[in-house]
Every structure is written in structure tokens, then in C-alpha cells.
């Protein structure tokens, strides 16, 4: 079995190998994927919510000359053996340096380390176990088996784990067999027998577990609880630890100083502005409503007295509006049919193509089946009740022909 260099040393960078095996993986397009076992490696694989690490394995030819391979993926095989997925085949019995690109890393290190953290103290304070976890690209996420945490709570979790990287707690890595981990009270434990590998964050966590770990609390340099989401197995918690918490952080400011920006005022004043803002913007649309119900109602009182009315007659209010849309002239034709005896053919061509056929409810005409037929016939789609109905047609420019159809049909 390859020795983990890892197991003993988290932050070494750089060793040395003997090639045991290369497997050819894939093959696309001429270009041959390898995989390559080590006797020893300091190259994470995949595994307890951790991804691999990257890097490269450096090959000295029998010429001398140098052959580097980037390293794209560390895998275990179902034998346990860890594998080096390379661009070149590096043959066994090769001796390679291993380099282990530490940015990746140290940022998988403090978000791991992190976890365990986190893990703990939603124990400690809430009861709340984990039952799974996830290190992503920008988040990492743990699944709680609770079904709701009040956001007080997730603050006092929060402080809890940032207290204690404050207080720069060691981290220690032992083993145990696991009857004697059973009675040390390690908070997960495998399945399995044999040794144990049991990582110790001093009085106050110890947990099973194979990956790589910060030296102290310290080292994981702080942690922000994110958003909440309801999963299947309970309540899923985002956090990000270290210096990809001082980067949301700041993408998190930059976001609020633009927001801020634009009102403008001080981004601790913006909730205040934009709940100001929402009220004035409210109070603004209630009298905009009022005064268009104004306007429609001296309009109605006006094209009334432009059509006298006669005894017994009714009297149709026909016209097209370009500068209204469809809401005033709806609005216009209840108030011209708010008088006895009248007929209103009202069009919109402001926005969408619009008609409105309304009658006061002394009159017998159904408006429902003339709109309907007039705007159905020119390609549109509309329909209403006997006294008022509303459509719409695809061409503006058919409005004032339907309005001079519905006055002839309405005057035989
Ligand atoms: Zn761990």
C-alpha cells in the first residue's frame, strides 16, 4: 500500500517517490490519460468530503532530461490504493518529486478543519448531529439531522467555533483501536476495525477521520456561517472558513458599498433608505391611481357633453386613445358608463392593441359577443360579460376600422 505523507504531515510540499505502476485510463483524440501509483505520496485523494489535492510529479529521464506531469486528479481504488491521474505515462521503477500545489491545500485544510470545528459545536450547543459534508469550489456545506435552527442560534454556533480558533487550540492526530475510541466518546466512528486514525482538537472535539488537518485551531483563521436550506435529511448549513471567509467577506462589502452607492448613502444606512424609498414609492402610486381617476372622470364629463344626449336615444362614445394605455381606458369607459343610455368603444394603441366595450347597464347590447366577434375576426383574442368586455388584436393600426364596424353593428 502507498504510504500517505499526509497522514503525518499536512503541510509538506515537496518528496520523493519510486513509480510502482502506470495504467493507461483513457485514450481521446490521441491523447492518452495515465494513472500512477506511488510507493508514498503527500497527494490527498478524494475521499470524506475532501477533494484531492494538485500538483505535479517530476520524472528524471535515463537522458537527464526533466519530465513534468501536472497532476489533475488523486483517486482511491476499492483496494484503498491511491492514484496519480497524469498527462504522461511515467514508467515503474521511476524515481519523481512530488509537488503539491499548497494554495489549494491550505484552503481545503482550513475548510476541512473548519467542519470538524463546526460539527462540534452544533453539538454542543444545539444537539445537532452531522450527518454529512461537502468542501465546494466557492461554499462547503454540512447537513444537520435537525429540521429548523433559529438564526440566534446559528450566530451563537458561529461564535462558538470563532472563539475557539481564537483561543489557538492544538490539533492533534492519534490512533486507537476502536473499542478504545469507543470509550475515548469520539463523535463518529467507522464501521470498520483495525487502527483508527482519531484527530483531537484539544478539549473539545475528537473525531474519526483520514484527512488533512490544521496544526492548531488557529490555522483555520476564521469561519462565517452562510444561508440555510431545508434538505431531505434535515437542515443543510453553508460556511466558509479562512481566507475564503475574508474573501465573501469582501465580496460581500464591495456588493453592499455599489448598492449603497447608488441611493447614495452609507452602506449601513441602506435597509433604512430602501424601506424609505419602497414607502415613498407606494404613497406615489396611490396618488398617481387618484388623479388618473380624476382625469378619466372630467374625460368621461367632456366626451359626454360633445354627444348630446336625445330622449330615448342611446349615445356611443367611440375613439382611440395612442398616449393611454389599456388600464386608463378602462377606467374611462366605467365612468362614461356610469350615465344612463351610453355605449363606450374605447381602444388603447399605447402598449399592446387594446378594446374595451362597455354600455350602461340600462342598455340591452352584449358587448361579450361584439368585442369578441370583431377582435376574433381581425386576429386577436377577447371576451367579457354582457355590459363590459375586453380584448386585444395583434395590428394597432386595425383600431379605428373595428371601432366604425362595432358603432354600424350596434346602430341596426
Ligand atoms: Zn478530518
Known amino acids: 500500500m502507498t504510504e500517505r505523507l499526509y497522514y503525518n504531515d499536512t503541510f509538506l510540499s ?33 475521499s470524506g468530503g475532501q477533494p484531492f489535492d494538485l500538483g505535479q510529479l517530476v520524472a528524471e529521464s535515463k537522458s537527464g532530461v526533466a519530465l513534468e506531469s501536472a497532476v489533475t486528479d488523486v483517486f482511491e481504488d476499492e483496494q484503498g490504493e491511491v492514484w496519480h491521474q497524469t498527462s504522461k505515462v511515467i514508467p515503474p521503477g521511476a ?3 512530488g509537488h503539491i500545489d499548497m494554495e489549494r491545500r491550505r484552503d481545503h485544510v482550513q475548510q476541512h478543519t473548519g467542519q470538524h470545528l463546526l460539527s462540534a459545536a452544533f453539538i454542543q450547543l444545539l444537539d445537532a448531529k452531522t450527518v454529512s459534508f461537502h468542501l465546494g469550489e466557492q461554499v462547503s456545506t454540512i447537513d444537520l439531522d435537525t429540521p429548523a ?33 469507543l470509550q475515548m466518546g469520539v463523535r463518529k466512528l467507522p464501521e470498520r476495525s483495525g487502527e483508527i486514525r482519531l ?25 462565517i456561517l452562510r444561508r440555510t ?42 435597509a433604512a433608505n430602501i424601506t424609505k424609498q419602497r414607502e415613498e ?7 398617481q391611481a387618484r388623479f388618473l381617476e380624476e382625469v378619466a372622470e372630467l374625460k368621461a364629463a367632456q366626451l359626454l357633453s360633445e354627444v348630446p344626449a336625445a330622449a330615448g336615444a342611446k349615445r356611443v362614445i367611440s375613439q382611440v386613445f395612442c398616449d393611454r394605455d389599456a388600464s386608463y381606458i378602462k ?45 376574433t375576426a381581425a386576429g386577436g383574442r377577447g371576451g ?9 388584436i395583434p395590428d394597432a393600426s386595425q383600431l379605428e376600422s373595428i371601432l366604425k364596424q362595432a358603432k354600424a353593428k350596434l346602430a341596426t
Not at 235 to 261: I, Q
Open 149 to 181: 435552527i433559529s438564526a440566534v442560534d446559528l450566530v451563537r454556533v458561529e461564535r462558538l467555533a470563532n472563539e475557539v480558533i481564537a483561543e489557538d487550540r492544538p490539533i492533534s492526530v492519534r490512533y486507537a483501536t476502536r473499542e478504545e475510541a
Open 14 to 46: 515537496e518528496f520523493s517517490a519510486t513509480v510502482l505502476d502506470a495504467n493507461e485510463l483513457k485514450r481521446e483524440n490521441n491523447h492518452s490519460t495515465w494513472a500512477v501509483k506511488l510507493d508514498r505520496t503527500a497527494f490527498y485523494p478524494t
Open 281 to 287: 414609492a407606494r404613497q406615489q402610486q396611490k396618488q
Open 95 to 97: 524515481q519523481v518529486r
Open 331 to 375: 377606467l374611462l369607459a366605467q365612468r362614461l358608463t356610469k350615465s344612463p343610455s351610453v355605449v363606450a368603444l374605447l381602444a388603447s394603441s399605447q402598449t399592446a392593441p387594446t378594446l374595451v366595450f362597455a354600455r350602461s347597464t340600462d342598455l340591452s347590447s352584449d358587448m361579450g359577443t361584439l368585442l369578441r366577434e370583431l377582435v
Open 384 to 392: 367579457g360579460g354582457k355590459d363590459f368586455a375586453q380584448g386585444g
Open 199 to 223: 484527530i483531537d482538537i484539544q478539549n473539545f472535539d475528537l473525531n474519526a477521520c483520514g484527512g488533512t488537518h490544521a496544526r492548531s485551531t488557529g490555522q483555520i483563521g476564521g469561519l
Open 229 to 270: 436550506e431545508k434538505v431531505k435529511q434535515g437542515l443543510r448549513v453553508e460556511f466558509v472558513c479562512g481566507l475564503r471567509a475574508a474573501a465573501t467577506a469582501r465580496r460581500d462589502f464591495e456588493l453592499l458599498s455599489e448598492s449603497a452607492a447608488l441611493y447614495p448613502c452609507a452602506p449601513a444606512d441602506l
